[in-house]
């Protein structure tokens, strides 16, 4: 199929971009590049040996993104595309709002107009809200506690509305846990611009000596060692998920799915940063600091629906994750060049 990868030129899009490819799928790429450096289409080029169409496009403009799909023979879109810094969405709501629904509407209405209708979404667990049991299933109810979060669960309602109103639609909604790794060549990686939000960058960044310490928000939680516990899942387990999601929906008879991308296993910070001095063999100076507002002490996937359903499981191991972070971030100090080399 010929898959418009929105978004894929950012971390996530450009692995999946590359598994796209070795499955023998075409890809174009949409990105406004606000999040990532052209640099990186160089690269996936170089790793898959393949031709890749890349357009520079806002895609809260309706009419460039109906161009695209004027110009090109598109068969399904996975949408990437949006803002996603959690503590940003708070300091700046309407730039969240207007950017990440608006996207999703003008990407939508393409599709509309062009008979498009397989559509995978990039949702995230966040849609969970605050729950007090830990261990998330598709079933449980979604809410928000930041603006980034909200735009998540404001477009799995726009979708789930879109589906009941029309049955020829192919949805998928792709919840993902916590993201992290590198595809083995190192050569692409999580590369955030300024200073990372997310821990396995912010550590990976110590170790390469870009950072002094970690900061270690809140070691008085209740879990096993008192700091925060996630469910992260390796980005190429991740992208692997969104191939099979693409397959299922579309030779799906049901308009709308909505699965769970994590592995299912829990880790604390500690346990992160332990592994990591092991996967680089240097040291991780950490403080702890108080607790990070809007945090939740723990949460990980039942990822059982999507392991059933799309013959998918997350198979990669948290020492594997730091392995493969820190050969890309070893071989990239500074993250992608801002000029292609
Ligand atoms: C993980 C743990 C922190 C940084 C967010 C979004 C989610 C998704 C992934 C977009 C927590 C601790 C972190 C640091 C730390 N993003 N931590 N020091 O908050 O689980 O999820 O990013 O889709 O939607 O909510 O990820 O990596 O920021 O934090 O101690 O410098 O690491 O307290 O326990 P989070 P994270």
Redesign the pocket.
Known sequence: MRVLVTGGAGYIGSHTVLQLQAAGHEVVIADDFSNSKPSIVKRLVALSDEPVTVYTVDLTDELATERVFAEEQIDAVIHFAGF?A?GESVAEPLAYYRNNLDTAFSVLNAMNQHGVRTFVFSS???VYGENAVRERTEDMPTSATNP??WTKVMIEQVLRDLAAADDSWRIAILR?F??VGAHASGEIGEDPSGK?????P?VAQVAVGRREK?????DDYDTPDG????DYIHVEDLAAGHLAALEKVTASDDALSVWNLGSGHASS?LE?VASFARASGRDVPYEVLP??AG??PAYWADPSKANAELGWRATRTIDDMCEDTWRWQSKNPNGFPDVDE
């Open positions: 996603k959690v995230s667990a966040t980034y979060g993902y916590n993201p990372p939000n997310n821990l396995m912010f970690l900061s270690v928000f809140g700091t925060g516990v996630r910070v992160v607790r990070r945090d939740l």
